[in-house]
Structures are given as C-alpha cells and as structure tokens.
C-alpha cells in the first residue's frame, strides 16, 4: 500500500498542460522534498525532478514540480505524444525511516 | 559517468534466499554522500523501495519487509547486494538498484532484472 497518494490515471491532448498531483503527510512531503519519476515500461525509471522542483541536465523545461504543505505537484506544458509514461513520486518518511512511493499515475496521451 | 547493473537469478523457489547484486560504476560508496538503495516493481504494480545503504555504512529497510531484507556492501569491488529471505510467488517482480545522492532519492538507475518466484 502507497504511503503517497496519486491519481491512477491522468490524459490530455497534444499542447495540453497537465497536472499530476502527490499528496502525502506532515512525516513525509510535509518534512521532505520530493522527486518525481517518469517510468516506460520495461525500461528504467528515470528521474524527472528531485528536490520538489529542480530538473536534471536534460529534462525538457516542460516538465515543472512544485510542493506545497503536505501535497506536490508535477505539471506537464505542452503536452507530447512521447510524454504518455507512468509518472511516480518519491519522499522519505520520517516515521517509517525510509523512501515512499506513490502508486503511480499513468498519462494517456490523446 | 554513473552506471548500475543489476545481477542475480531470474527464477527462485519459495522459500529460497534471493542474492542479488549491483554493480556500479562512476562513483565510490566511499564517498562522503553517497548510497545506493534497491527498489522493486511487481507486475502491474507500483515501484516500492526496499532498503538502501550509505557511504558510511548506515543501512535503511522497508519496515515492512526488513525481518528479510538484508543489504551490504563492498567498496572495493563497486557492488552492493541484497537478499531477501523466504521467497514467495507474491514476491515476483523487476528489482532494480539506483544510485542517491545529495539531492535526490533516485538519480540513477541499473536497467533492472527480473526474478520470478515459483516452484
């Protein structure tokens, strides 16, 4: 059982923005930053934005993270047919002592 | 340039010890910051963090799972390993190991391997 919420699934046209949003506790996204995941499957997971809201060498700057209080949010402009993944995010627990998942949203593109 | 890869057995019976390795490259365990934690995916499923063990030796469990979990290291030949005790078919998944660093949980990945349960 994920101990960070998120919405199943998630679509949008082409151009579209789009938000998937992480929601957690004060132990968890309240106290620590968040990463967020873009996942193909069969292939690995790569990181897409670590510390709630900074991009890697080579993350298109479509792709945005934002935290506030105990949720995250990860936005998506100008939606592309290569986008369509699963999308997860990440935090450490305080009280479980450990990183936390979120059960994964998975982006249909239409 | 950092590289993962992940080793092991891609069948165990229930009830048998899993061992799996990661081996790593472009970075020492030795240094200040570093870790490398294991995640697994089940079919179908979400990714769930396992255990992850830092430069200094600290090591981190799922709570859940840590009565079987158990990771080491060994610096001189860049691996990291994790087993798993008591195997079940529920336990069938893609493993994967990542490297953390300073500013993210996960910010690179081995490209996972598979290990089914079943007798």
């Known amino acids: 059982q994920s101990v960070l919420t998120q919405a199943p699934s998630a679509s949008g046209t082409p151009g579209q923005r789009v938000t998937i949003s992480c929601s957690g506790s004060s132990s968890s996204i309240g106290s620590n930053p968040v990463d967020w995941l873009q996942h193909f499957p069969g292939t690995a997971p790569k990181l897409l934005i670590y510390?709630?809201?900074q991009r890697p060498s080579g993350v298109p700057d479509r792709f945005s993270g934002s935290k506030s209080g105990t949720s995250a949010s990860l936005v998506i402009s100008g939606l592309q047919s290569e986008d369509e993944a699963d999308y997860y995010c990440a935090a450490w627990d305080d009280n479980l002592n450990g990183v936390i998942f979120g059960g994964g949203t998975k982006l249909t593109v239409l | 340039q950092v590289t993962l890869r992940e080793s092991g057995p891609a069948l165990v019976k229930p009830t048998q010890t899993l061992t799996l390795t990661c081996t790593f490259s472009?970075?020492?365990?030795?240094?200040?910051?570093?870790?490398v934690s294991w995640i697994r995916q089940p079919p179908g499923k979400a990714l769930e963090w396992l255990a992850r063990?830092?430069?200094?030796?600290?090591?981190y469990y799922n709570k859940s799972l840590k009565t079987r979990l158990t990771i080491s290291k060994d610096t001189s030949k860049n691996q990291v390993v994790l087993t798993m005790t008591n195997m079940d078919p529920v336990d069938t998944a893609t493993f994967y190991c990542?490297?953390?660093?300073?500013?993210?949980?996960?910010?690179?990945w081995g490209q996972g391997t598979q290990v089914t349960v079943s007798s």
């Open positions: 510390s709630n809201n």
């Open positions: 472009g970075f020492s365990l030795s240094t200040s910051g570093m870790c």
């Open positions: 063990i830092d430069w200094d030796d600290d090591k």
């Open positions: 990542a490297h953390c660093g300073s500013n993210s949980y996960f910010d690179y």
